[in-house]
């Protein structure tokens, strides 16, 4: 009994402690304005994205998360802004986001309701930056500012 009772511990220890592995995009128009988000959990603007699903690799999270959030194609990934691991950086859960910078296309359209409220493009003066979603503030400053950021 106590030997079955450490591998069940061992066991939920794996599935539980380990931090989950989610995308951050930032969807870019072809007029240069930027897509987000706002959330139905707490009202915020955020850039889009999620969870990458058991046997999805990066790429194709970044096409079903741009689908699902904003009802956008991804057209092309234009370079990797940064990881990010901090335990804090995320209220619901201890998660890594990778984040990209993408080139989109099609019709904003929000098809999960369930999580999204509504989708809309800034023009770069124009953000809600100050007030997004989680750390997407920092994000957003960093895709801004070029830097490419491991943390």
């Not at 904003?108 to 750390?135: C, N, S, W, Y």
Request: charged share 25%; glycine share 8%.
């Amino acid at each position: 009994m106590n030997r079955a009772w450490k591998f069940f511990q061992t066991v939920l220890g794996v599935i539980f402690r380990h931090p989950v592995t989610g995308t951050t995009i930032i969807p870019i128009l072809s007029d240069g304005r930027i897509v987000m988000v706002r959330r139905r959990d707490n009202g915020r603007w955020s850039l889009p994205g999620g969870i990458v699903n058991w046997g999805e690799d990066i790429p194709a999270t970044i096409q079903r998360e741009l689908a699902e959030e904003t009802g956008l194609e991804l057209v092309n990934i234009r370079r990797l802004v940064g990881v990010y691991s901090a335990p804090n950086r995320d209220p619901r859960m201890h998660s890594i986001a990778v984040l990209i910078a993408a080139d989109v296309g099609g019709e904003m359209q929000v098809q999960d309701r369930t999580e999204i409220v509504e989708v809309q493009a800034f023009p770069l003066t124009d953000l809600p930056a100050g007030k997004l979603a989680h750390d997407h503030d920092r994000h957003l400053r960093d895709y801004l500012d070029g830097v490419t950021r491991l943390d």
